[in-house]
């Protein structure tokens, strides 16, 4: 049966954001870091491996591109990075220790010199690999509500809650508007955070807050500027862990779905059940929304088939309608600059087996709907 491009519906797959750092990239930091490697010549590793990245992601068949945010510490702390030895501190009660099932760590620091502010925006990333491409380039950013973290209490002299809260978002929605004003495809909330949280305040009130605060934020952009907005959650992957896995994702849907924004990326491959939450997925999306639902497992090493992809595709188009449907990978392959665990070339084998599975089930499903049309 012939294609009828009018009546053709794409099915648009893209990448979550990371990508692991070429070994060179890696030493280069290190040696930085402790006073061995000049800030320039830092740059110029850091540039070259964006360059590499980028032409090997557009030989994948990735219409839509990232940086494989191969510059910033970690998706999570690119904005207060380099104040931290200024205006944080790792020590007292009130540090949040985010902690990973084969019992690594990660730390946010807390906050101890008002007010709070950006140290770095991400359309400086976005501006960088814009140098290197005229391709879309998705640009990924920290979520406000993980950043809510670094002040849980009214420790500092004359800065309530309230005024850190009012900070917080002008920042992040200056980080958001810039990405926007400077050409970004998308711009994605990293929002990993959202099922820890059951596991941080099991009543579910730290998720109410958490989706409170994005909503503030959210709220100062208009509807067409929302089409280009999305946000990613996942139940984490660092050094091959997790660190909500055991939390059931069904219970953040209906307050995720309240998010004023209309792209959707949602880790599926590793669920124990994936056809109950789709069908919760199936039941609460707008008509506005388009769900990315995650077809790729970045923390295993086995590369998926092309025909795995697809049949994981189509299982979603039996309850998310096919022109609300996207696919992505469960999480971004090196969430943070020092996670080793998987080769770039691997990632590459499992993008383009998502790239080319997607096309497969676009196929598939686009004649199918044709043949019903014809009868």
Request: proline share 4%; net charge neutral; hydrophobic share 35%.
């Amino acid at each position: 049966m012939a294609r009828s491009q009018k009546n053709w519906i794409i099915i648009p797959t893209e990448l979550i954001g990371s990508l692991p750092r070429a070994a060179e990239l890696v030493e280069a930091q290190r040696a930085h870091k402790y006073g061995e490697l000049s800030t320039n010549r830092l740059t110029f590793l850091q540039e070259k491996d964006i360059r590499h990245v980028l032409r090997d992601l557009a030989r994948t068949g990735s219409l839509q591109l990232t940086d494989g945010e191969l510059t910033k510490p970690s998706f999570l702390n690119y904005p207060i990075y380099d104040l931290a030895q200024y205006n944080y501190s790792f020590d007292g009660k009130n540090i949040t220790t985010i902690t990973y099932a084969d019992g690594h760590r990660r730390c946010l620091p807390q906050l101890i010199k008002s007010p709070f502010r950006y140290s770095t925006f991400a359309v400086k990333y976005l501006r960088a690999a814009q140098k290197y491409t005229l391709r879309p380039l998705k640009q990924a950013v920290a979520a406000p509500s993980v950043l809510s973290l670094v002040y849980n209490g009214e420790t500092i002299k004359n800065y309530s809650r309230e005024q850190f809260l009012n900070d917080l978002i002008d920042e992040a929605e200056k980080d958001v508007r810039q990405c926007l004003e400077a050409g970004a495809d998308k711009v994605q909330l990293d929002f990993a955070k959202a099922r820890l949280s059951l596991k941080m305040d099991p009543s579910g009130n730290l998720l109410k807050e958490f989706i409170d605060i994005n909503n503030r934020m959210l709220d100062r952009f208009n509807e067409e500027e929302r089409k280009k907005l999305g946000v990613h959650v996942c139940s984490g992957n660092d050094r091959g862990s997790t660190h909500s896995a055991d939390v059931d994702c069904s219970r953040i849907l209906n307050e995720l779905f309240q998010l004023k924004l209309n792209n959707f990326y949602l880790q599926m491959t590793t669920e124990l059940d994936p056809d109950s939450i789709l069908s919760l997925i199936g039941k609460l999306i707008k008509p506005h929304h388009r769900v990315f639902i995650g077809v790729i497992n970045p923390r295993d090493l086995h590369v998926e088939t092309s025909e795995i992809v697809r049949d994981r595709v189509l299982t979603a188009a039996k309850y998310i309608p096919i022109e609300q449907l996207g696919t992505t990978d469960d999480c971004g392959f090196s969430p943070y600059n020092d996670n080793e665990l998987i080769t770039r070339e691997k990632c590459y084998e499992k993008i383009r087996a998502r790239v080319e599975g997607t096309k497969l089930a676009e196929e598939i499903l686009n004649l199918s709907m044709q043949k019903i049309r014809w009868i």
